[in-house]
Protein backbone atom coordinates (compact mmCIF):
# COMPACT_ATOMS: atom_id res chain seq x y z
CA UNK A 1 0.00 0.00 0.00
CA UNK A 2 1.39 3.76 -1.10
CA UNK A 3 1.62 6.28 1.67
CA UNK A 4 -0.56 8.78 1.21
CA UNK A 5 0.20 11.51 3.96
CA UNK A 6 0.41 12.36 7.47
CA UNK A 7 -1.91 14.00 9.10
CA UNK A 8 -0.66 17.14 11.33
CA UNK A 9 -1.28 17.49 14.70
CA UNK A 10 -1.60 20.99 14.93
CA UNK A 11 -3.99 21.76 11.80
CA UNK A 12 -6.04 24.72 12.54
CA UNK A 13 -9.53 22.99 11.64
CA UNK A 14 -11.76 20.84 14.20
CA UNK A 15 -14.72 18.92 14.25
CA UNK A 16 -17.89 21.14 13.93
CA UNK A 17 -21.42 21.73 13.52
CA UNK A 18 -23.03 18.35 12.41
CA UNK A 19 -26.65 17.74 11.49
CA UNK A 20 -28.35 14.06 10.86
CA UNK A 21 -31.80 14.52 8.32
CA UNK A 22 -33.93 11.30 6.63
CA UNK A 23 -35.17 12.21 3.20
CA UNK A 24 -39.11 12.70 3.44
CA UNK A 25 -39.60 11.70 -0.48
CA UNK A 26 -38.17 9.35 -2.72
CA UNK A 27 -34.96 10.95 -5.10
CA UNK A 28 -35.24 9.05 -8.68
CA UNK A 29 -32.23 8.89 -10.16
CA UNK A 30 -32.30 8.14 -13.79
CA UNK A 31 -29.89 5.36 -15.50
CA UNK A 32 -26.36 7.43 -16.10
CA UNK A 33 -27.45 11.13 -15.57
CA UNK A 34 -27.60 12.79 -12.22
CA UNK A 35 -30.61 14.43 -10.40
CA UNK A 36 -31.12 17.10 -7.54
CA UNK A 37 -32.68 17.36 -4.64
CA UNK A 38 -32.99 20.24 -1.72
CA UNK A 39 -32.30 19.86 2.28
CA UNK A 40 -34.17 22.58 4.34
CA UNK A 41 -32.01 24.03 7.18
CA UNK A 42 -32.93 25.20 10.60
CA UNK A 43 -31.67 29.31 10.90
CA UNK A 44 -29.68 29.46 14.23
CA UNK A 45 -30.30 32.80 15.71
CA UNK A 46 -29.80 35.25 12.89
CA UNK A 47 -27.84 32.77 10.40
CA UNK A 48 -27.91 29.65 8.65
CA UNK A 49 -26.58 26.51 10.57
CA UNK A 50 -23.55 25.94 8.95
CA UNK A 51 -21.18 28.30 7.60
CA UNK A 52 -21.75 29.12 3.71
CA UNK A 53 -17.70 29.51 3.41
CA UNK A 54 -16.66 26.06 4.95
CA UNK A 55 -17.31 22.86 3.02
CA UNK A 56 -19.69 20.61 3.84
CA UNK A 57 -19.75 17.00 3.94
CA UNK A 58 -22.17 14.60 3.26
CA UNK A 59 -22.45 11.07 4.17
CA UNK A 60 -25.14 8.53 3.62
CA UNK A 61 -24.66 5.43 6.10
CA UNK A 62 -25.58 2.02 3.64
CA UNK A 63 -26.89 0.09 6.77
CA UNK A 64 -29.46 0.47 9.10
CA UNK A 65 -27.71 -0.82 12.13
CA UNK A 66 -25.26 2.29 12.84
CA UNK A 67 -26.84 3.63 16.44
CA UNK A 68 -30.25 2.50 15.64
CA UNK A 69 -30.81 3.84 11.90
CA UNK A 70 -33.64 3.41 10.56
CA UNK A 71 -31.96 3.97 7.30
CA UNK A 72 -32.74 2.58 3.78
CA UNK A 73 -29.27 3.05 2.36
CA UNK A 74 -27.93 4.16 -0.68
CA UNK A 75 -27.97 2.29 -3.74
CA UNK A 76 -24.78 1.17 -4.82
CA UNK A 77 -25.00 2.57 -8.48
CA UNK A 78 -25.76 6.05 -6.77
CA UNK A 79 -22.44 8.97 -5.53
CA UNK A 80 -22.44 12.32 -4.27
CA UNK A 81 -21.20 14.49 -6.70
CA UNK A 82 -21.83 18.05 -4.81
CA UNK A 83 -23.25 19.89 -1.84
CA UNK A 84 -23.95 23.51 -2.56
CA UNK A 85 -25.32 26.12 -0.89
CA UNK A 86 -29.03 27.60 -2.13
CA UNK A 87 -29.35 29.64 0.17
CA UNK A 88 -29.30 29.99 4.33
CA UNK A 89 -31.81 28.51 4.39
CA UNK A 90 -30.95 25.33 2.42
CA UNK A 91 -28.41 22.90 0.75
CA UNK A 92 -28.60 21.24 -3.10
CA UNK A 93 -27.52 17.78 -3.29
CA UNK A 94 -26.67 16.25 -6.30
CA UNK A 95 -26.44 12.43 -6.96
CA UNK A 96 -25.40 10.81 -10.30
CA UNK A 97 -26.37 7.38 -10.98
CA UNK A 98 -24.14 4.92 -13.20
CA UNK A 99 -26.54 2.14 -13.31
CA UNK A 100 -29.71 1.32 -13.71
CA UNK A 101 -32.47 4.07 -13.01
CA UNK A 102 -33.11 4.01 -8.76
CA UNK A 103 -34.23 6.30 -6.28
CA UNK A 104 -32.76 7.16 -3.02
CA UNK A 105 -35.71 6.02 -0.90
CA UNK A 106 -37.54 7.81 1.95
CA UNK A 107 -36.29 7.54 4.81
CA UNK A 108 -32.52 7.83 3.67
CA UNK A 109 -30.51 9.03 6.45
CA UNK A 110 -28.09 11.90 5.56
CA UNK A 111 -25.31 12.96 7.90
CA UNK A 112 -23.68 16.74 6.88
CA UNK A 113 -20.78 17.43 8.97
CA UNK A 114 -18.48 20.95 8.91
CA UNK A 115 -15.62 21.53 10.12
CA UNK A 116 -14.50 24.60 12.08
CA UNK A 117 -11.51 26.04 10.74
CA UNK A 118 -9.34 28.38 8.13
Not at 27 to 38: D, L, M, Y
Not at 79 to 84: D, H, P, Q
Amino acid sequence: MAFAGTVSSSQSSSVGIWAEVTTNINVPVTANTTNTFTLTLPINGSGSLFNPNLPIAVNVPTTNVIQGSQNNGMPSTIGIVSCVYTNAQALTITLANGGATANLNVNTRIILQQANGI
